[in-house]
C-alpha cells in the first residue's frame, strides 16, 4: 500500500524541511572534509563510498537522520512547508519509500516492491553566468535492490541526451543503491524480476489500446469536418527524452503548500520562470519538446507549453476547473495557455508567460454587420483543444477562431470528448510505470534582503565606472534611493493581483525630497535573473534610463533601489529603479 498522491507530496516536502532543519549536508560535508584530511593516505586519490559509509555511520548521522524521520499516518493530514533544495548537479524528488503504519516499523519488502514510481534523476549544468542547461533526464527502476542479498545493489547506467540529441550519449552515471534501515526479509531476484516484467507488459497493454482509441477518435475527428486536420489537436507530445507521452499525462493537480496563496500569486511564480524555446538544429521552424516538470523547474526555464502545464497543474491544485489550450496566437505562432471555467459560466484565459489574465467574450458570427461586437483583448487567434489530467476535447466548430469559440464544453456538437476512461486508464496516478512522477514545489534558498543589497551595490560600481569613463563624477543619496522602495513593491503587487496601490504615498514622498527647481526622474525595470552586470546592459539600450545613468547638471544626485521578489524554486522578480534629481539650469 503506498500514500495518496497529493499526501506523498506533502510527505516529501516534510521529509526536505527536516533534513534541512537538521542541516544534514553541512554536516556530511564536515565529516567529509574531516574523513578526507584525517583518514585518507597520501597515496590514496579519493574516498570511497564505503568510507564514506562508514564515517556517517561511526559519527551517528544516519541513526539521527532516522530517528527525526519518525512518521505517522495522523502527521500527512496537516499542511506542511516545504524547504530548499540543495544546490546538486543531480535532482532526485522520488515518492518517498517510508511507509510506517504503526510508527515504528517499516514497510515490508513485498509492500515496497507495489510501489512502482521511479527514482527521477536530471542532470543540469551550470554556466559562471548562472544560465542552465538541460544535459539528461534519467528514471531509475530502484526495485532491483529489494532482490539483493545484503540490501545493497551497484548498477551503471548510460545517460542519454534530451531532444534532439535524445540519441547522444552524454556519460556513464555508476550508482549504489543500499535499503537503510536494512528490510527483515529480502525478496528472491526472480520475484522482483517477475513483478517488473508483468508491469512493463501491462503498462505497454495500456499504451497500445490508448493508441488504437486516440487513432479511431481522430478518424470521426476528421469525419466531422475535413478542415479539422489543420488545426492544432495535440493528442501526444514528446518530453525530454524524446517519448510520446499522452498530453493529459504532464497535468496533475498541484498543490504548493504554503510556499504560493492564491491563483494569481500561482500564475506569477510560472511567469517568472524563465522562457526558452527548444533549439533548433538547422531551419525548419519550432522543435517540438515538452518538459516533465522535475526538469522543467530544476532548469528554471522551458517553452510556452511547460509553462501552461505547470500552472494549469497549479490552479486546479486551487480546485478551479482549468485547462490548458493550444492554439495560435498573431502571425499563426503555435502557442499554449491556460483557461479556467467559473460556476458562472465566465471563461477566463491566463498567459502563462505574463501573468496575464483576459476574460473572454465570444463574438456573434451571426450578427448584423452593424452590430457592435466584442473585442477582444487576448493574444490568441485560434484553438485547436483543450485538455486536462482527465479530459481531452478537439474543436468541432466551424471556425476555430478564439474570437467567436463558445467554451461550453459539455457540447458535443462544439467540442469532440476522448472517452475519460481512457485517458485515466493511461494518465492516472499509478495507471502505468511509466508516468514520471510529480515533484513538490520547494521553498527558495535565495534571501531576498541579502541578494538585494548585492545587486544594489554592483549596479552602483557599474554606474560610477561607466559616468567616470564619460568624465563624470557620481554623488549618491541614500535617502533618495530609499524613497524608492514602496514603488517597487507597489510595481510587484500590480503584477501579482492587478491591483495598483501605494502610488499616491510614494509621489508625495517624491515632492518633499525634490527641492523647488529641481527635476526628478526615475526609471523601473524588471528582470528575471540576478546577473547585475548583464541587467546594467540592458538598462543602458533603453535612451530614457541612459539618460538617468548619464545625467549632467547642477546638484545631480543619483539613486538606485533594487528589491528582489523570491518565489518557489528559487525563482525571482528582480525591479529595479534608477532616479537622479537635479537643478534645472535654463
Known amino acids: 500500500m503506498s500514500l495518496p498522491p497529493e499526501k506523498a507530496s506533502e510527505l516529501k516536502q516534510l521529509i526536505h524541511q527536516q533534513l534541512s532543519k537538521m542541516d544534514v549536508h553541512g554536516r556530511i560535508r564536515e565529516i567529509l572534509a574531516e574523513t578526507i584530511r584525517e583518514e585518507l593516505a597520501p597515496d590514496q586519490q579519493q574516498l570511497s563510498t564505503e568510507d564514506l559509509i562508514k564515517a556517517l555511520r561511526r559519527r551517528g548521522i ?13 502527521s500527512v493530514d496537516q499542511e506542511l512547508p516545504s524547504s530548499p533544495k540543495q544546490p546538486v548537479c543531480f535532482t532526485d524528488r522520488q515518492s518517498t519509500l517510508l511507509k510506517k503504519s504503526d510508527g515504528t516499523r517499516m514497510a515490508d519488502s513485498t509492500t515496497m516492491l507495489s510501489i512502482s514510481d ?27 535492490v529489494l532482490g539483493s542479498e545484503n540490501g545493497m545493489s551497484s548498477l551503471t547506467v548510460e545517460l542519454m541526451g534530451v531532444g534532439t540529441e535524445s540519441k547522444v550519449s552524454v556519460g556513464i552515471l555508476n550508482i549504489k543503491l543500499e535499503m537503510y534501515p536494512p528490510l527483515n526479509q529480502t525478496l528472491s531476484q526472480e520475484v522482483v524480476n517477475t513483478q517488473l516484467a508483468l508491469e512493463r507488459q501491462k503498462t505497454a497493454e495500456k499504451e497500445r489500446l490508448f493508441l ?22 495535440k493528442i501526444f507530445a514528446q518530453d525530454e527524452n524524446g517519448i510520446n507521452r499522452p498530453v493529459c499525462s504532464y497535468i496533475k493537480p498541484l498543490r504548493a503548500g504554503r510556499l504560493l496563496d492564491t491563483p494569481r500569486q500561482a500564475a506569477r511564480f510560472v511567469n517568472v520562470l524563465g522562457y526558452e524555446r527548444a533549439p533548433v538544429i538547422g531551419g525548419g521552424g519550432k522543435q517540438e519538446q515538452w518538459c516533465t516538470l522535475l526538469a522543467f523547474l530544476c532548469r528554471n526555464k522551458g517553452d510556452c507549453e511547460d509553462h501552461a502545464n505547470l500552472l494549469c497543474s497549479l490552479l486546479l491544485g486551487y480546485g478551479l476547473e482549468a485547462f490548458v489550450c493550444v492554439g495560435t496566437k498573431a502571425k499563426g ?10 460556476t458562472d459560466g465566465t471563461i477566463t484565459f491566463w498567459e502563462s508567460l505574463t501573468g496575464h489574465r483576459y476574460i473572454h467574450k465570444p463574438a456573434n458570427p451571426d450578427a448584423s454587420p452593424v452590430a457592435e461586437q466584442p473585442k477582444p483583448l487576448h493574444p490568441y487567434r485560434t484553438v485547436g483543444c483543450v485538455f486536462n489530467h482527465q479530459m481531452f476535447l478537439g474543436n468541432c466548430q466551424p471556425s476555430d477562431s478564439v474570437e467567436t469559440c463558445v467554451f461550453d464544453l459539455n457540447d458535443e456538437s462544439k467540442w469532440k470528448p476522448m472517452s475519460e476512461e481512457a485517458i485515466k486508464s493511461v494518465c492516472a496516478p499509478g495507471a502505468t510505470t511509466s508516468l514520471p512522477p510529480f515533484p513538490p514545489l520547494c521553498a527558495s534558498t535565495i534571501d531576498a534582503s541579502v541578494t538585494s543589497n548585492e545587486i544594489e551595490m554592483q549596479l552602483r560600481l557599474l554606474v560610477s565606472e561607466h559616468r567616470k569613463d564619460l568624465g563624470l563624477t557620481t554623488v ?29 504615498e510614494f509621489q508625495d514622498a517624491i515632492r518633499r525630497a525634490v527641492p523647488d527647481g529641481h527635476t526628478f526622474k526615475g526609471f523601473p525595470i524588471h528582470f528575471v535573473y540576478r546577473n547585475a552586470r548583464r541587467a546594467f546592459a540592458t538598462c543602458l539600450r533603453s535612451p530614457f534610463c ?17 528589491r528582489v521578489f523570491t518565489y518557489p524554486e528559487s525563482a525571482c522578480a528582480v525591479w529595479i529603479m534608477f532616479a537622479c534629481k537635479y537643478r534645472s539650469v535654463l
Open 476 to 504: 549618491w543619496e541614500d535617502q533618495l534611493s530609499y524613497l524608492l522602495s514602496p514603488a517597487l513593491a507597489s510595481y510587484e503587487f500590480e503584477r501579482t493581483t492587478s491591483i495598483s496601490a501605494g502610488n499616491e
Open 118 to 144: 521511479p527514482v527521477h534523476m536530471v542532470l543540469i549544468k551550470t554556466d559562471i553566468f548562472g544560465e542552465t542547461t538541460l544535459v539528461a533526464s534519467y528514471f531509475l527502476e530502484w526495485r532491483s
Open 212 to 233: 488504437v482509441y486516440a487513432k479511431q477518435w481522430w478518424r470521426e475527428y476528421l469525419q466531422i469536418r475535413p478542415s479539422h486536420n489543420s488545426r492544432l489537436v
Open 546 to 562: 541612459e539618460e538617468i545613468i548619464c545625467c549632467r547638471g547642477d546638484q545631480v544626485r543619483l539613486a538606485v533601489r533594487v
Open 333 to 342: 505562432v503555435p502557442h499554449a495557455w491556460v483557461m479556467t471555467c467559473g
Open 62 to 74: 544516519i541513526d539521527d537522520v532516522m530517528k527525526e524521520l519518525n512518521f505517522v499516518t495522523d
